[in-house]
């Protein structure tokens, strides 16, 4: 049974850094993507940034590319997001992801994921 265990969220004032962690059980993860969404509140559940199979090639939403990077340790099946200069708006509830079938090309919409771990909240004070 595939598993994912989300953690490393807290309180950062802005300007600030974190880094979350997703563990992963259940498979061997290096033939699947993985991704990272996040839920604000009254807001719906929205893309942020994930990590292809193979070659490990990223992709990230527009508000956060530059200031975030997704990365992944095969071995240690976990998948990391390092958060920099972390603004008011990026407060929310993040979630790590995983789909149903490896080499998959489609990681954009929560659609494309069936796995999905408990969510951490992160909070950024202005």
């Known amino acids: 049974q595939v598993q994912l265990v989300d953690s490393g969220g807290g309180l950062v004032q802005a300007g600030g850094s974190l880094r979350l962690s997703c563990a992963a059980s259940g498979r061997t993860f290096s033939s699947y993507h993985m991704g990272w969404f996040r839920q604000a509140p009254g807001k719906e559940r929205e893309f942020v940034a994930a990590?292809?199979?193979?070659?490990?090639?990223?992709y990230y939403s527009d508000s956060v590319k530059g200031r975030f990077t997704i990365s992944r340790d095969n071995a240690k099946n976990t998948v990391y997001l390092q958060m920099n200069s972390l603004k008011p708006e990026d407060t929310a509830v993040y979630y790590c992801a995983a789909p149903e079938r490896p080499f998959s090309y489609s990681w954009y919409a929560n659609d494309d994921y069936t796995y999905w771990g408990q969510g951490t909240q992160v909070t950024v004070s202005s």
């Open positions: 990590i292809r199979w193979g070659v490990g090639s990223t």
